[in-house]
């Protein structure tokens, strides 16, 4: 497994006691659309004072249904985009609600723009040892794939690492089953 050549810390909202916010140089900050969410968007902004956050605002659904709104291939070449201008020394920090979806897929696509083509297994591996209970978006994965043109192999490498959960599992995000498009 390779190490990133930045710090990386993968968390929900409510761990934000429990690290040390004085090292995040660069956060994502990703949040369901409400009319609360540029406050809260504000207070990490106020929490992380010495770092660039980059907002991102969906829900954790894998397509629009009900009212949800889903990431889009934009939003996900944002979030690639952010981590490329890491460095050596930089320290980000990707929250989600629970640090289990969304959070994990952002990750998972920056880590993999980092190692470069072939890496996608690596990658995945990388952020089932940072989070344990990790089961990426399969959307944000999917959009991910799509940009860095990797003609399937990070969502496959997800369906090998993620298929079987290592810890308690709050939601299926679809690893263990055929996507519906397939």
């Not at 985009?81 to 989600?96: K, P, V």
């Not at 003609?151 to 089953?177: H, S, T």
Request: include cysteine.
């Amino acid at each position: 497994m390779s190490a990133p050549p930045f710090a990386l810390t993968i968390c929900g909202v409510m761990e934000f006691s429990r690290i040390n916010r004085r090292s995040i140089t660069h956060a994502v900050s990703i949040w369901h659309p409400t009319d609360s969410t540029e406050e809260w968007i504000g207070l990490v902004r106020d929490g992380l004072p010495g770092a660039a956050v980059l907002p991102v605002v969906f829900d954790d659904v894998e397509s629009a249904r009900d009212g949800y709104l889903p990431a889009s291939r934009d939003q996900v070449g944002e979030v690639i985009e952010f981590g490329r201008r890491l460095r050596g020394g930089d320290h980000l920090l990707i929250h989600c609600m629970a640090g289990v979806s969304r959070s994990t897929a952002c990750a998972l696509a920056i880590l993999t723009a980092h190692f470069g083509p072939g890496s996608e297994r690596t990658a995945a591996e990388t952020v089932r040892a940072l989070r344990r209970q990790a089961r990426p978006n399969r959307l944000i994965v999917t959009h991910a794939d799509a940009i860095l043109e990797r003609q399937g192999a990070l969502v496959q490498a997800c369906v090998e690492v993620f298929a079987e959960p290592a810890g308690p599992v709050f939601v299926n995000k679809g690893w263990d089953e055929t996507p519906p498009d397939a």
